[in-house]
């Protein structure tokens, strides 16, 4: 296939100050949950990116001091020289495939603890820690100033000796000193670094000419600045200061990078916002400057892509999350092969790496993450080792990615699933509010899976352990999914609640199946307990929730889906439930039913608080369909005249979690299969600490 003429555009070469990318596509510094702590699974993931045709590959937010530190986050460190290896050998894995490599210098601020570096934190004026730690900064004096300068220095020439070619001065996400200064909120200083705009700017423009003044003979010096806070008067905005500031600084920066603040506007799910959303706050900037302007705004389709750069809102094509979904989105678009795209569906599970200080992960992407660690590929897999065939029962996340990755490596595949259609959880999730986007992890694989002459799918198959043992399959795999509890078990009750029979209580398969919807709702106040505390209740609340019907969520967690602050959604959640007028009740666990009534108590004290309930939805936690799994393990005896060597169950009927989990578990399946088996206690490498001499 070649590339389809309309997106020439998109591969013309960018000239940034004295480096020239290669085409317009632009991976922007994004977090990855392994920074300084795993600079080989940094390096081999950023490298995989370039290889996949992205011009242009950034780090995280990399520290320049130890009055920087935001441990226990694991962002990159530039912190003397000997940290310039493990930068060095990112640099080179980008440049193996001719793609430039920049740098995001950062010091945090007032939003930096310096938990591990034991430093008093910096910031403009006096203020507590922006984060949770009992930590204040203290006010900078000119000497501090005149060192912030130094240090910062200093990191873009360790980052020249690196190999880089583009060096950041960072002024966005609430994250930087630089955008601290600017800030009014932030800055209450009367000196010349204080006051007026110009004043407050006055650090960013010194940082930026000594920045140019350093390296930029030969690094390109790029400028992160966030237009807009989504505040309104009370921050930066695109009509006001965030105009300015570029306005004042126009020339000056070899490239503008600019941005939303903070990281949850900046990065927010496709529950709340489209593809190309920050245009509205972006597009004003090249109006300003002759310098190319990198924006981001979750692009996956090229024709959006393309239309950037033709109506002259951006230059080049930034991305983070789509650049994780798909490191070969580029060379996809390039050799014509738009439908072989993992496109992005902006879930953010990649973003709760960082939160949890984890390697990151991905629901469309499996191998992000584990390109070092386990030598995966996200296009490249070997071939099968035997012609032994795989009967997958379960067309879900997991049954669909085993059998795509199956398929892929050449093996004989049949998948056959029970119900009339394919995707298992993610359709009956991506019919909710807000989650369309997700169906994009079954589009995907299913369009693999037509492409595939090796690969059979029978749909209205549900099979039962006599069936699987007719078949003659070697290897069989049991995708079955699982089904959510409705007896109140969850993190908060271990045992099943008691009395909850006097209610009628319903499950989101109840939901998801049609024997539960908008119209068969009983009358009256439906109350849905989540003691999940992800995403499902509150998407479930907002789903349900139709004028005049009274819906109250309750949940032992101290606000509404509580693990979603990992994802950068929770507040978002919160107020759009409390703005379509659902009642939320934290700090509470079931305590039993009346005839209209569910009787809740505080998880404090045990007092109980009683609600009008005609229903009850519980969300709680999940069983695995286990069944024919387990059926099949009791005749273990009959397999070898089956002609049966393997049977193994992942995804949620091994044990229910999320859907980047179920799609992981079966891609891991399919790599393994047939792989000789280590009998290291540890499966995959990881990097250790030098051990310094006492």
Not at 67 to 92: C, F, K, Q, V
Not at 221 to 227: E, G, H, K, P, Y
Not at 531 to 545: H, I, R, S
Not at 625 to 641: F, G, H, I, K, V
């Amino acid at each position: 296939m070649s590339r389809d003429p309309r997106y020439d555009i998109l591969f013309e070469p960018v000239k940034i100050g004295p480096v020239v990318a290669r085409n317009r596509f632009y991976q922007v510094p994004h977090c990855n949950g392994m920074g300084a702590r795993h600079p080989s699974g940094t390096a081999v993931m950023r490298g995989i990116k370039a290889e996949g045709g992205w011009a242009v590959i950034c780090t995280e937010e990399t520290e320049i001091h130890p009055t920087s530190d935001i441990s226990p986050y694991p962002e990159g460190w530039n912190w003397d020289d000997h940290d310039i290896p493990a930068l060095a050998r990112m640099t080179e894995a980008v440049h193996a495939h001719g793609s430039l490599a920049g740098i995001e210098l950062c010091h945090g601020g007032g939003h930096t603890p310096n938990l591990y570096s034991r430093e008093v934190p910096l910031a403009p004026s006096h203020a507590l820690n922006q984060m949770i730690y009992p930590v204040q900064a203290r006010a900078m004096d000119k000497t501090d100033i005149a060192d912030l300068r130094r240090w910062h220095r200093q990191a873009a020439l360790r980052a020249k000796q690196a190999g880089f070619d583009i060096v950041y001065v960072y002024a966005g996400h609430d994250l930087s000193i630089f955008q601290h200064f600017i800030s009014r909120r932030h800055n209450h200083r009367t000196d010349e670094y204080g006051g007026s705009l110009e004043n407050r700017v006055r650090l960013f423009r010194e940082a930026i000419e000594d920045t140019k003044d350093a390296v930029g003979d030969t690094c390109a010096v790029a400028v992160r600045l966030a237009v807009d806070e989504l505040m309104g008067p009370d921050g930066i905005t695109s009509d006001g200061e965030g105009h300015d500031i570029v306005a004042l600084l126009a020339e000056l920066p070899d490239l503008w990078d600019v941005c939303l603040s903070d990281w949850s506007n900046d990065s927010q799910t496709s529950r709340f916002s489209q593809e190309g959303f920050q245009e509205e706050y972006t597009s004003f900037v090249k109006s300003l400057t002759t310098k190319p302007v990198v924006g981001v705004g979750r692009f996956t389709s090229p024709d959006t892509m393309v239309s950037q750069i033709r109506r002259g809102v951006l230059d080049m094509i930034g991305a983070a999350r789509p650049s994780i979904a798909d490191p070969f989105l580029p060379k996809k678009i390039e050799e014509g092969r738009i439908d072989d795209i993992r496109e992005c569906i902006g879930c953010n599970i990649c973003v709760s790496g960082d939160s949890t200080t984890v390697p990151m992960r991905c629901t469309q992407n499996p191998t992000v993450g584990e390109e070092w660690r386990k030598d995966w590929h996200p296009e490249k897999i070997a071939v099968k080792r035997s012609d032994e065939k795989v009967l997958v029962v379960g067309g879900g996340p997991a049954g669909l990615e085993c059998a795509r990755a199956l398929g892929q490596r050449g093996y004989h595949v049949t998948l056959a699933e029970a119900g009339r259609s394919l995707g298992g959880r993610v359709s009956h999730e991506a019919s909710l509010a807000g989650l369309s986007a997700w169906a994009r992890v079954r589009d995907y694989r299913t369009g693999q899976l037509v492409k595939m002459p090796n690969v059979e799918v029978f749909l209205e198959s549900e099979l039962t352990a006599e069936h699987v043992l007719e078949f003659g399959f070697e290897h069989v795999v049991i995708a079955t999914g699982a089904r959510w509890r409705g007896d109140g078990v969850g993190r908060t009750h271990r045992t099943a609640v008691q009395g909850l029979d006097a209610l009628p209580v319903f499950t989101p398969d109840d939901w998801f199946s049609g024997r539960l919807d908008a119209t068969a709702l009983p009358q009256g106040p439906l109350v849905i307990f989540d003691d999940d505390q992800f995403y499902l209740a509150g998407v479930l609340a907002e789903t349900v929730k139709q004028p005049g019907r009274r819906v109250i969520l309750a949940t032992p967690g101290a606000d509404v889906s509580a693990y979603t602050h990992h994802t950068l959604e929770q507040s978002r959640i919160q107020r759009r439930l409390l703005d379509i007028g659902v009642e939320i009740h934290p700090h509470r666990a079931l305590a039993g039913a009346g005839q209209n009534e569910l009787h809740l108590a505080c998880t404090y004290t045990a007092a109980r608080h009683d609600v009008e309930c005609a229903a009850l939805l519980c969300v709680t936690s999940r069983l695995p369909n286990e069944a024919l799994y387990r059926s099949l393990m009791e005749r273990r005896l009959d397999w070898r005249a089956a002609g049966i060597s393997t049977v193994t169950s992942i995804g949620d009927a091994q044990a229910p979690s999320t859907i980047a989990a179920a799609v992981y578990s079966g891609h891991r399946y399919a790599r393994e299969l047939d792989e000789p088996k280590s009998n290291d206690a540890v499966s995959f490498k990881r990097e250790l600490p030098r051990i310094e001499a006492l």
